[in-house]
């Protein structure tokens, strides 16, 4: 029998659940380098948890993916509130990555329902991402923030500073955007890690109903701006073209280095 690549193996974990769920892929681009072996699953947390706080199936997912003792601590602490909880799988340079998000969606929801938006910063996700492996562990908080009386892309701009070429991206994405939905129908969260550099944005568009080849030009810019060889690049948004973007994130990762990700294809699996 052929062993599963590491991708696969990872969904065979949650195929084993005998339940629907979430399925998105993404790339990440960063300094010379493609990411491509990336994807999300999701379910809600009534599925995996029953309708009281049962957290034997989450446990056993996380101990069956590798994670540090601690991710057991954290989510008992943080599992309130919740109404999906997330799954990423990252192939990177030979190493996993794994990840664990909690969505907040009643707390987002009373949040956009406010007229005029939050008066005060509403977490949407909180999320532990580790190195199978090793001790590398961080925790990532994601935030609906006030906004100030700005726009879109005037938001985006604050995130330029090192990671410019990735906010150009994205600004150039949302005028397509915004040339298809308005503007109350794109989500924009600010992304920050606990205790590394990462500063980050994370901009949902999933009801513009883009395709990856409505937004070449603008990946293709990116690649160029990041020493991403064109031809895999190319080749990689060929492949994906007809795949609905769903949200785009990017600025300043853990070292302070520019990236910017794109998630595409959700589906129910």
């Known amino acids: 029998m052929t062993a599963l690549d590491p991708g696969s193996r990872f969904l065979a974990l949650f195929k084993a659940l005998q339940m629907p769920f979430g399925y998105e892929d993404s790339c990440k681009l960063s300094q010379g380098r493609l990411l491509t072996d990336r994807c999300l699953v999701s379910f809600g ?19 069956d993916l ?19 909880i997330h799954f990423g799988f990252e192939a990177d340079g030979g190493g996993l990555i794994h990840k664990v998000y909690l969505e907040y969606v009643r707390d987002a929801r009373l949040a956009l329902e406010t007229p005029g938006g939050p008066r005060a910063p509403v977490l949407v996700h909180r999320a532990l991402k580790w190195r199978v492996g090793t001790d590398h562990i961080r925790e990532t908080l994601y935030w609906l923030v006030p906004n100030g009386n700005l726009g879109l892309e005037d ?33 924009l969260l600010d992304v920050a890690d606990v205790e590394s550099a990462r500063r980050s944005f994370d901009l949902q568009l999933y009801d513009a109903e883009l395709r990856l080849a409505d937004i070449a030009d603008e990946v293709m810019q990116l690649g160029r701006d990041l020493d991403i060889p064109a031809d895999a690049l190319a080749g990689f948004v ?32």
Do not use: E
């Open 155 to 187: 938001r985006l701009a604050q995130h330029d500073g090192a990671a410019k070429a990735a906010t150009g991206m994205a600004r150039g994405i949302l005028r397509r955007a915004l040339a298809r939905t308005g503007a109350d129908d794109l989500i």
């Open 238 to 269: 060929a492949g994906h073209s007809a795949s609905v973007l769903g949200h785009v994130a990017g600025g300043q990762d853990a070292s302070g280095s520019p990236f910017a990700t794109l998630y595409f294809g959700v589906q129910g699996l």
């Open 45 to 63: 947390r009534d599925a995996l948890c029953g309708d009281g706080a049962n957290l034997a199936t989450v446990t056993r997912i996380l101990s």
């Open 66 to 84: 590798g994670a540090p003792s601690l991710c057991q601590t954290w989510l008992a602490d943080h599992i309130a509130g919740a109404g999906v």
